[in-house]
């Protein structure tokens, strides 16, 4: 079957450009500003994902910090991604695991989003159709923020090293200030969090109790972004050969998974049908999409 489809796909040529997509992992080390005058911050040499150093902190008293001691530990999206990508510039959703550090204690904490990073602004605009001309596209003004949980636009997810190993990945969330969803409507308790290229992470300490945690290096997994037709995978304007071969390995015949060697979040693009498979069925709607490179896609 698939030299089937492979033939029937050889008339277009291989794209080299690519865009980052639903799958792509990125690992961002942590950084640490430094304050001579805070003797807080303990430093773990070697002890993070890597070699790198871990972070953390003496036991406190949050309420007496100052303003900026919650925002000394951050990480930064940026950088190029598994799939050798750079981070999207447009708004996505990323599921964060965080890595457990081989030295240092651990507690409940919750990682929080300064989404355009340097610039300070911590919230992510979002745009739902009946606020544009229907097609998804928003006039200048019409861009809102997300309502998120208890009607703020805060976004922060939890994470603990509770049943962790150290020395391996563990998975944040829920988190009750993140969306379950990519809706605008969506409400609390999500696992994926709102970010763009060169958005900020960074682990919030003021809280009124004990806190005592170390943190190294975070992995994101973007979630979200199939391309407005989902079979461009790669997202630079045409199917083509390039798209077909990511089909290919997804392509696993009715009623059975995506096929393994293929990450299933990027698979769900092609799942037209939703059915949790990638079958002969979402081949014709690949099919009918299919024209070339530099072409505009068929459907």
């Excluded at 019409?142 to 994470?159: F, P, V």
């Excluded at 960074?202 to 979630?223: G, H, M, N």
Aim: net charge negative; aromatic share 14%.
């Amino acid at each position: 079957m698939r030299g089937l489809l492979l033939a029937l796909a050889v008339m277009g040529l291989w794209s080299a450009s690519a865009m980052a997509r639903p799958g792509e992992r990125w690992i961002l080390q942590i950084h640490h500003r430094d304050d001579p005058n805070d003797g807080l911050w303990v430093e773990y040499p070697g002890a993070g994902y890597g070699g790198e150093s871990a972070w953390g902190r003496d036991s406190c008293s949050c309420p007496w910090l100052s303003s900026g001691d919650w925002r000394r530990i951050y990480w930064e999206l940026s950088g190029k991604g598994d799939l050798g990508n750079d981070p999207p510039t447009t708004a996505q959703m990323y599921q964060i695991e965080f890595y457990y550090p081989t030295v240092g204690d651990g507690d409940w904490q919750p990682i929080e989003s300064q989404f355009y990073g340097a610039g300070g602004e911590p919230f992510p605009y979002w745009c739902y159709p009946e606020m544009g001309d229907g097609s998804g596209n928003c006039p200048s003004g019409s861009y809102r923020l997300w309502a998120g949980a208890w009607g703020t636009n805060h976004q922060w997810i939890g994470s603990e090293f509770l049943n962790g190993t150290p020395g391996t990945w563990k998975p944040t969330g829920p988190g009750p200030q993140v969306p379950e969803s990519d809706s605008f409507t969506a409400g609390p308790n999500g696992v994926a969090m709102w970010l763009k290229r060169g958005s900020w992470l960074y682990a919030k300490w003021d809280f009124p109790w004990e806190i005592s945690r170390t943190w190294s290096a975070l992995r994101l997994t973007q979630v979200t972004g199939c391309a407005a037709t989902k079979q461009d995978i790669d997202a630079d304007g045409d199917v083509d050969l390039a798209d077909f071969m990511v089909f290919q390995d997804c392509f696993n015949g009715p009623n059975r998974p995506y096929a393994e060697k293929k990450n299933p979040l990027q698979c769900m693009c092609f799942d037209i049908e939703a059915d949790q498979d990638v079958d002969l069925a979402d081949f014709l709607e690949f099919q009918g999409c299919f024209n070339g490179p530099n072409r505009p896609p068929k459907c």
